[in-house]
């Protein structure tokens, strides 16, 4: 089975998939041991590529680079990836959606913001006109072979919300993602209009969504979660501790015990990742 259609096995199955936010290899290598997919976050390479927010600096060319190495490292894994708004016109979407399908992707998220955008939990979003997304989104369509599609919307008005998400039910998008939702009623309302058509729901700390389980998740119809930044917010807060904890030492490191790592537990999790490791993988 290919990766595409691995992943639209999983979500078509009872339950809601779980796909975690990573932002460079070394976050992707821990991600591997607890969950089997992963979420290519525009907030975590933004960050982690560029030490920028995530407001459209991002190149095709670097994201496509990214996911090559993480296929490559890992070849059983569910590969989502955040192409924002397919970095502007509908041409380049469409290349980067073929060159993600060539190197092994399972599938993509198409937004329909206009420049310049934000993350999707945060104040200003501005949405493309519904007709020009869709044609963005029909082109990608056609383009690919067999990769999952995700069109997502990131509008804000009630009623404008509904519309462009019953708008992307009615495509041949695989999913449909609202950015964003405010709370558990709005999930309801969303299902309702979108109908038999999967829904992606997107965690992420301190944003705009209620948090909830994957058990409740899956009550409300939810098909699948993205968790943005688990990795990259605690990546922050544990090297800011590590090192606040070095300079009241004096710099003198702590003592390595069952519940650290030192050298040896990091080589063991990265000699995983060598390809020559791997089994062989039927695509």
């Not at 980067?96 to 190197?103: C, F, K, N, T």
Request: hydrophobic share 45%.
């Amino acid at each position: 089975m290919s990766h595409p259609n691995r992943l639209r096995h999983a979500i078509g199955t009872t339950g809601t998939t779980p796909l975690i936010g990573v932002f460079d290899m070394f976050s992707a290598s821990v991600a591997a041991r607890h969950y089997d997919g992963m979420f290519i976050s525009g907030f975590g390479f933004a960050a982690s590529h560029y030490g920028l927010p995530d407001i459209g600096f991002i190149a095709w060319p670097d994201i496509i680079a990214f996911v090559q190495r993480l296929r490559l490292a890992f070849p059983r894994q569910h590969l989502l990836v955040d192409i924002d708004d397919g970095y502007v016109d509908p041409e380049t979407a469409c290349h980067v959606v073929r060159s993600l399908e060539a190197i092994g992707a399972s599938g993509v998220i198409l937004e329909d913001q206009k420049r310049p955008r934000r993350c999707g939990h945060v104040d200003g979003k501005q949405v493309l006109p519904l007709e020009e997304y869709l044609e963005k989104l029909e082109m990608v369509l056609a383009t690919r072979r067999e990769l999952v599609v995700v069109a997502r919307t990131d509008a804000t008005e009630e009623s404008e919300i509904l519309r462009r998400a019953e708008a992307l039910a009615a495509t041949e998008a695989d999913v449909v993602l609202v950015d964003g939702v405010r709370s558990v009623d709005w999930i309801h309302r969303v299902r309702r209009v979108i109908g038999g058509k999967p829904l992606l729901f997107n965690q992420i700390a301190g944003g705009k969504s209620p948090r909830l389980s994957l058990s409740e998740l899956s009550e409300l119809g939810v098909d699948v979660a993205i968790y943005s930044t688990p990795c990259l917010f605690a990546a922050q807060t544990a090297i800011d501790r590590a090192l606040r904890e070095l300079r009241e030492a004096d710099g003198r490191l702590p003592r390595t015990g069952p519940d650290t790592v030192g050298v040896a537990e990091c080589l063991a999790l990265l000699e995983k990742n060598i390809s020559r490791h791997h089994e062989l993988v039927r695509a």
